[in-house]
C-alpha cells in the first residue's frame, strides 16, 4: 500500500482547514484595517472641509465687521465735523456780537467795570447794549411791597432812582444831563436818557425797582440819536 497522502485523507482535511482558517484570518485583519483607514479618512476629511468652509467664511465675516466698523467711523466722524462746525459758528456769532468798549468814547467811565458785556441791537437807534451785574442801590425808604416810583424832582425815591441811573453810567452827577426819566411801562420799571456834559454820547439806562431792596439797573444802550 501506497504512503502517499490523498488530498481526501484525514491529514490532508486538516491541512487544507488550516490553510484556510489562516486565510479568512487574515482577510478578516485586512478588513478590519481597511474599514479604519476609510473611518479616519472620513473623519479627518470632514474636518478638513468643514475648516475650510470656516475659512472661506471668516474672511467675509471679517469684511462685514470692518465695513460695520467703517460705517462707525465715518458716522462718529460726521458727529465731530458737526459739533466742530456748531462751536465754530457760534463762536463766529459771539465775535460778530461782542465789541471792544475802546470804540465808543461815552462807555469810558465804565469801561474797567467787570463783567460788562457789549453786543448789538435789534433797534435802529440803539447802537450797541450793554449789561452787566449791576449792584442794587440800597434805599433808605421804608417800603410795604407796594411801591411805585416817583418822577417828582427833591424827593427821596427820585434822588435814589437818579443814583442807580448814575451807577449805571459811570457818570458823576455835576457832569450829567437827565434828558429824560420816565415810566418803562410798569410803575416799579424807570428808563432815562443821559449825556456827559460834553454830550459825547447819548445813552439810556433801564431801572427797576426790587422790593424791599431799592433800584438796580438792568440794561444800558448807546443811542445814535438822543430822540430816538
Do not use: C
Request: proline share 4%.
Amino acid at each position: 500500500m501506497s504512503n502517499k497522502q490523498s488530498p481526501y485523507s484525514r491529514s490532508g482535511r486538516y491541512e487544507k482547514k488550516r490553510r484556510g482558517t489562516k486565510m479568512l484570518t487574515w482577510l478578516v485583519g485586512a478588513g478590519g484595517v481597511f474599514m479604519l483607514l476609510l473611518i479616519g479618512i472620513m473623519v479627518f476629511g470632514g474636518e478638513e472641509q468643514k475648516g475650510q468652509a470656516q475659512d472661506k467664511e471668516s474672511p467675509q465675516v471679517t469684511k462685514e465687521e470692518q465695513g460695520s466698523n467703517e460705517d462707525a467711523s465715518a458716522e462718529t466722524g460726521k458727529k465731530s465735523d458737526k459739533e466742530d462746525k456748531e462751536v465754530k459758528d457760534t463762536e463766529e456769532q459771539s465775535d460778530k456780537q461782542q465789541v471792544s468798549i475802546e470804540e465808543f468814547e461815552e462807555l469810558k467811565p465804565i469801561e474797567d467795570e467787570k463783567g460788562l458785556k457789549i453786543e448789538k441791537s435789534d433797534d435802529p437807534n440803539v447802537e450797541r447794549v450793554i449789561t452787566k451785574g449791576w449792584p442794587v442801590i440800597p434805599t433808605e425808604m421804608e417800603t410795604n411791597g407796594e411801591h411805585g416810583i416817583t418822577y417828582q424832582p427833591g424827593t427821596q425815591d427820585y434822588e435814589e432812582l437818579k443814583q442807580a441811573i448814575r451807577s449805571a453810567v459811570g457818570l458823576s452827577e455835576d457832569n450829567i444831563i437827565y434828558w429824560d426819566v420816565s415810566n418803562r411801562g410798569h410803575h416799579q420799571k424807570a428808563k432815562a436818557t443821559v449825556s456827559d456834559k460834553n454830550k459825547t454820547g447819548y445813552l439810556r439806562v433801564q431801572i427797576d425797582w426790587i422790593d424791599g431792596q431799592g433800584y438796580k439797573p438792568v440794561k444800558l444802550e448807546i443811542l445814535k440819536n438822543k430822540n430816538g
